[in-house]
C-alpha cells in the first residue's frame, strides 16, 4: 500500500539572536500586524512570500516562530525575507536567522472509506473515541509520528521534524494498515 502525501503546513522555531522592539515593527508594519502585549508577549506578523502566506510570531528577545511553509526551502526564504524586512526596517542590525524545523504536517487520501472501529481494534497503537474525536489516533514511538485517520479515508500526518522523518512515518503507517487488511481492500476498490 502505498500512500503519497502532501505536506500542507511546517512549524518552525528561529532566533534572530538579537532583541528587536516589538512597539517599533508594530508601529511600521500595521496593518499586517498585531500586536497587544496585555493579552500575547509577541507580535503577529502575516506576510505573502513568493504566493505563500506566512504567519510569524516574533517575540522581544528576537525568538520567532514560522507558520505557513510547505517545504525546508520555503522556510529557510520566509525566515531570510522576513530579516531583510527587518534590516531595513532597521531593526536589527545583523539579521542572520537561525532556524529548527518543529512540526511537519502532511496529508493523504486513502482512496476509499475506512472502518474506523475496525482499525482501532486491529492497529497496535491507535486510539478511537467518536464521541470526542471522529478519527482513529494513531501514535508511532519510531519515528514519532501521530497519525489522524478518518472514515472517508482522508490521512493527516502530524509531529515529524524532517522531511525524512515523514517518509519513515507514512511507510510504518502504511505497513500497520495493510497487515490488517486496508490494502486488500484498497486494491479491490471496497468502499
Known sequence: MKMEFVVQNIVATASLGEEVDLNALFTRLHPAATYNPEDFPGLVLHMKIRGRKFTFLIFSSGKMVCTGARSSAEVKHGLRTLASVLRKLGLVRGGKVTYTIQNIVATSRIGYSVDLEGVAMLVEGSLYEPE??????????????????????????????????????????????AGVGIAAKAEQGAP
Open 132 to 177: 470526542q474525536f471522529p478519527g482513529v489516533i494513531l501514535k508511532l514511538a519510531d519515528p514519532k509520528a501521530t497519525f489522524l485517520l478518518f472514515n472517508n479515508g482522508k490521512v493527516v500526518c502530524t509531529g515529524v521534524p524532517t522531511e525524512e522523518e515523514l517518509g519513515k512515518a507514512i511507510s510504518r503507517v502504511a505497513e500497520k494498515l
